[in-house]
Structure formats: C-alpha cells, structure tokens
C-alpha cells in the first residue's frame, strides 16, 4: 500500500519568502509527526498531532513555524519570513495511534534550501 | 549532555564481521526505536522495543532498562547494511521521539 508522502521533494527559496511543506499520511494513520534533519545535525521533533486532539508544538523552534492538519489527514508545515538556519530536510511519519505500541512510518522528507 | 546517547558515531568493517551499535539514554521510558537511513534515503524503522529482545532477519535489539541501555546487533554484515543507524527513545508520559546522533556504519566488501 501507499506509504506517507511529502511534496515538493525539494525546495529551494530566497530568505524572507515563505513556504508550505506538505504530507500526505498512510490512510487511516491518526497521528502525524513533523521532524527536521539539520546538515550534521540529528533528527528533532517538531510538532505532532493526534486525531482531533490540540497538537504537541512543543518543539516548534520560533513563532515563525507553523503546522495544520485538515480533515485529519493531511498536514502543512508552514515557514515564513524564511532564514538560512531553517535550511533542513523536513521528515513527516505516520502512525496508527500516537504512543507506545504503535510504529512511525516515515516519508521521503522534504530538503528546503533558504539562498 | 544528550538525552539519547549513540556509539560509536563511525563504524567501519569488513563484510562478515558482527556489528554492534550502542545507545545509552538518561531518561525513563516507555520505548526505544532503532532506525535505518540509507543515504539521500528516508528512514525505515527496525526495531520498536520496550524490554528484552527482538530479531528480524540478521538483526538483533536489546534492551535493558535498569540500566538505559539498547543495543543493536548486525550478523554476517553485508555492503548493503551501510547506512545510518539511529536510536529514538519515547519518554514516558510523552508521545514524540528523542533521537540520537545517529552511527554512520560502512561495510566494506
């Protein structure tokens, strides 16, 4: 079946400009997760979100980031006024449930290059 | 210091040999996941785990939670393992990933 996936594969954009990285979870996934992967740097949590619930955005790094889910599916992670440290590959995963017992399935990322 | 800690960063080996990859982490938790990133790949997941062992294919994880400890093991290595290995752990009473650094494994034929 389809795994999660994310659109634009890649993003290359001026600084100050905004932009909207999507994901497309597995069907019938409740939870949705956003990570970023800095260059030479580990994965970091972002924001997740779990059916209906108000979404974890505890690892929202400023107030420039921004994330919705609509319809419970698919999610946007919004980026304005862009800087040159936002430069990262963003990673979206899925997972049945939020917790525990339940497996992440990751996307492809998206790789965002502020110029 | 880290919540999640991994060893060695860099691996390199001979195919054939046994890996292991350390993770060491300082908070209590409710599981630990050991992931695979293949380069300009995604991330796969391998192993989820809460206590004890678990082996897929020629792959072992173990954990032990007294002393917040996960390793993963690689038997009969193979070029193909080369990867980066990453351990991600779920503290308790919270739903998102802490990861580790990761270990850059190179498996040389």
């Known amino acids: 079946g389809a795994g999660v996936s994310q659109s634009p594969s890649n993003k290359v954009t001026e600084k100050g400009k905004d932009v909207e990285l999507r994901c497309d979870p597995i069907?019938?996934?409740?939870?949705l997760y956003w990570y970023r992967q800095s260059l030479g740097q580990g994965l970091e949590f972002l924001i997740y979100?779990?059916?209906?619930?108000?979404?974890?955005k505890s690892g929202l790094p400023s107030d420039r980031f921004s994330a919705e889910r609509t319809g419970g599916s698919v999610s946007t992670l919004t980026i304005q006024r862009t800087q040159q440290e936002d430069s990262a590959v963003y990673l979206c995963?899925?997972?049945?449930?939020?917790?525990?017992?339940?497996?992440?399935?990751f996307g492809p990322g998206t790789r965002l290059t502020v110029t | 210091k880290n919540e999640v800690e991994q060893s060695p960063q860099n691996l390199t080996a001979q195919e054939g040999e046994f890996i292991t990859i350390n993770c060491s982490y300082s908070?209590?938790?409710?599981?630990l996941h050991w992931l695979q990133q293949h380069p300009g790949g995604g991330i796969v997941s391998l192993f989820m785990?809460?206590?004890g062992k678990k082996k897929h294919g020629r792959l072992i994880a173990t954990i032990n939670i007294q002393e917040k400890h996960s390793s993963l093991h690689i038997t009969a290595s193979h070029p193909r393992d080369s990867a980066v290995y990453i351990c991600?752990?779920?503290?308790?009473?919270?739903?998102?990933?802490?990861f580790g650094t990761g270990t850059r494994l190179t498996i040389i034929p």
């Open positions: 995963a899925s997972s049945f449930v939020a917790g525990v017992t339940y497996e992440q399935y």
């Open positions: 069907s019938g996934h409740t939870a």
């Open positions: 979100f779990q059916g209906n619930s108000a979404p974890d």
């Open positions: 908070v209590g938790i409710s599981a």
């Open positions: 785990l809460s206590s």
């Open positions: 991600a752990v779920m503290a308790f009473g919270n739903e998102k990933l802490t």
